[in-house]
């Protein structure tokens, strides 16, 4: 895994400081209208952020190195097995959904059909049906620890998502790349000051509690496995947080987000269905 310093982000000639998180970020809409508990929630979890940067084991650079991670090389050995399974659900690519369309919250980001994914599981939902298409991916996915969230992401030609950071910093995210057109130049993502070209067969773990964005410039579809991972932490860092990784099944961007999967499922496998039976 290599990476790049993203020149439009440096001074010329001045020496870089230390990466930062940031708990926001500019240009991204906040939430509206949040009530007296949501705002003790969020500050429950802008507490948990500060302690989880404290008591990390793993450091907190922007993009880390895979060594960092022993079991990342046995998801990149097993590469092929995914991308077999990748190219059956992309023979329905304009059926799968939109991210936007899944969760509400993702359209500060992209309101547009170039971000699709599909879904194998995130924060305590599994999709049955997804799984069973892919099951070596599922597989794989278990070497993983701490596993919260699995799914392909889906980047269309000419898709861009501005700099924005995740909501909250007590997870990981892998990318595993699986199509990656050419010229490789043409795309990329920048977490903090640093560029990473995705490379089919090759892991990336990063932070997006970092400020981030991605692009794909080419004239076909990038598609990576996306997944979130529990960061490793020390006592009591880990104990809160893996308390607000499990009570966040219960906000509503999540059971918004599963009821909207569960919609989408029922369509999509029922036209499947009609289809076999033709």
Not at 150 to 169: D, T, W
Not at 180 to 190: S, T
Not at 201 to 226: C, M, P, Q
Not at 246 to 258: Q, S
């Amino acid at each position: 895994m290599t990476t790049t310093a993203d020149p439009g982000a440096k001074v010329q000639g001045a020496a870089q400081p230390a990466p930062t998180q940031q708990f926001g970020t500019a240009g991204i809409a906040e939430m509206g209208g949040a009530s007296r508990v949501t705002r003790m929630v969020m500050s429950i979890v802008a507490f948990a952020e500060r302690l989880n940067l404290r008591h990390t084991k793993v450091g907190n650079p922007p993009i880390y190195d895979n060594a960092v991670f022993p079991w990342a090389r046995e998801i990149e050995a097993e590469w092929p097995a995914i991308r077999k399974e990748l190219d059956k659900v992309l023979v329905r690519k304009e059926d799968l959904p939109g991210f936007h369309e899944l969760s509400s919250d993702v359209a500060t980001i992209s309101k547009d059909r170039g971000w699709k994914t599909f879904l194998l599981c995130g924060y305590g939902f599994k999709s049955d049906a997804n799984i069973e298409q892919c099951p070596e991916t599922w597989r794989i996915c278990q070497k993983i620890p701490g596993l919260t969230t699995v799914m392909f992401s889906i980047f269309e030609p000419n898709k861009h998502l501005p700099a924005h950071r995740g909501p909250y910093n007590g997870v990981l995210r892998l990318h595993l790349g699986l199509k990656v057109p050419e010229p490789r130049e043409d795309l990329g993502i920048r977490v903090e000051n640093e560029v990473y070209r995705w490379k089919e067969g090759e892991v990336v773990i990063f932070d997006d509690a970092y400020e981030h964005e991605a692009w794909n410039k080419t004239s076909d579809t990038r598609v990576v496995l996306f997944v979130d991972f529990i960061k490793p932490l020390r006592f009591p860092a880990n104990i809160l947080n893996w308390l607000l990784l499990h009570v966040a099944v219960f906000t509503p961007f999540i059971r918004e987000g599963m009821d909207n999967q569960k919609a989408w499922e029922k369509k999509f496998y029922a036209e499947a269905a009609a289809l076999r039976n033709r």
